[in-house]
């Protein structure tokens, strides 16, 4: 990417940017705001440091899309996206650490990372307002990446990167790890949602016992149950975390044709080899039942899918591009499965995108 595409990036309202202020050096003085940024914001900075950080830019730019694919050793749902930044001489966020896996991939320019150590909630903070900056860091690597130079950060590693002249833009290829809050916190809501106040305990067969004030082991027993039936369900718990997985984050790129297309519109497409392309702010995954079954989830829906429609579903998870056979369409539901999701503007036909 140039700096002029980030930097038009950051000035839209539908792309989550920020612009640090100030050096990695000194990291209780960098400042934060966040973007939209106005169009003559970078001009006004002059020669200090600053380093812009644009979120999801494999969202909307394809090429940036493609880093993904030498990652795909790692399975779609736990890929989050490419941030690219992109920093004058010195800039950089300041040291601090992350939760989630990350590839840094440099791109134009260089810059230097330290790493420190493994960090965690008791590591102490620098009292700044916005950012997250480790109060004490001790550098115990030093690595300069040049253009095209990988760097693997895993989760907690405190890091400190800073731009080494001018014109330093880092790919970062980030990675998602669900949090065991976030994972009780969704999936008993989802429990919740499916539960009525008239499902209660019922104890007709209630003995007598020697002491009122004992709930007895009988009773904390079947209590647990009631509890844990519902949520130890792992068929229910496999159809959830699909939709989970593959929630959409921030404003999608919005593929949804004009009009909604039906069957008869779509038929004379597949007539001929058709390419269905997948939107690179979707997320596609799938969960294969044991009677061999398939539960594709895109965007937080999930579809049902058997026979060639599970074939089909797995063919649209395993690849971006999909070359689509006229004879793979002869079946209605692989064609309303298509349909679902051309009109949901997970994906296009090649050439329709936009
Ligand atoms: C950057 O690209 O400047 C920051 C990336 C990071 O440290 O997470
Ligand atoms: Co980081």
Redesign the pocket.
């Known amino acids: 990417m140039e700096p002029d595409e980030l930097a038009g990036l950051a000035c839209e309202d539908y792309v989550d940017s920020r612009l640090v202020t100030g050096s990695a050096e000194v990291g209780d003085a960098l400042g934060l705001e966040h973007g939209p940024l106005p169009d003559d914001r970078l001009d006004a900075l002059g020669a200090k440091p600053w380093?812009l950080?644009v979120q999801a830019v494999d969202h909307h730019i394809p090429a940036v899309a493609d880093l993904i694919d030498p990652f795909r050793f790692i399975p779609n749902w736990r890929i989050d996206d490419v941030?690219v930044?992109y920093?004058t001489d010195q800039g950089?966020?300041g040291a601090?650490y992350?939760q989630y896996d990350?590839f840094?991939v440099q791109g134009l320019g260089r810059r230097r990372w330290e790493l420190g150590d493994i960090c965690s909630e008791e590591t102490p903070l620098l009292p700044h307002e916005d950012l997250r900056l480790l109060a004490e860091f001790e550098a115990r690597q030093d690595w300069v990446l040049e253009p095209g130079d990988i760097l693997y950060v895993p989760p907690g590693l405190a890091?400190k990167?800073t731009a080494i002249g001018h014109d330093c833009m880092?790919y970062?290829v980030g990675f998602r790890a669900p949090s065991r809050t976030e994972l009780v916190a969704g999936w008993t809501d989802e429990v919740l949602d499916q539960l009525t106040d008239d499902d209660r305990y019922v104890d007709a067969d209630l003995k007598l016992q020697p002491n009122p004030g004992l709930i007895s082991e009988h009773a904390v027993s079947r209590l647990h149950k009631m509890v844990m039936e519902k949520l130890g369900d792992e068929a229910a718990f496999a159809r959830w975390i699909g939709k989970f997985a593959t929630a959409p984050k921030g404003a999608a790129l919005d593929w949804q044709p004009e009009h909604t297309l039906s069957d008869e519109q779509v038929l004379p497409r597949f007539a001929c080899d058709a390419i269905l392309v997948r939107n690179p702010a979707s997320r596609f995954a799938y969960v294969r039942w044991a009677d061999g079954n398939v539960l594709l989830s895109v965007d937080g829906e999930s579809y049902e899918c058997c026979d060639e429609t599970g074939a089909f579903a797995e063919k649209l998870c395993a690849n971006t591009r999909i070359p689509v056979d006229p004879s793979e369409t002869t079946a209605r539901p692989v064609r309303e499965l298509i349909l679902a999701l051309v009109n949901r503007g997970s994906i296009a036909f090649d050439g329709d995108e936009g």
Do not use: I
Request: hydrophobic share 40%; net charge negative; no cysteine.
């Open positions: 380093t950080l941030m930044s920093a950089g966020v601090h992350d990350v840094l890091h990167g880092t970062s």
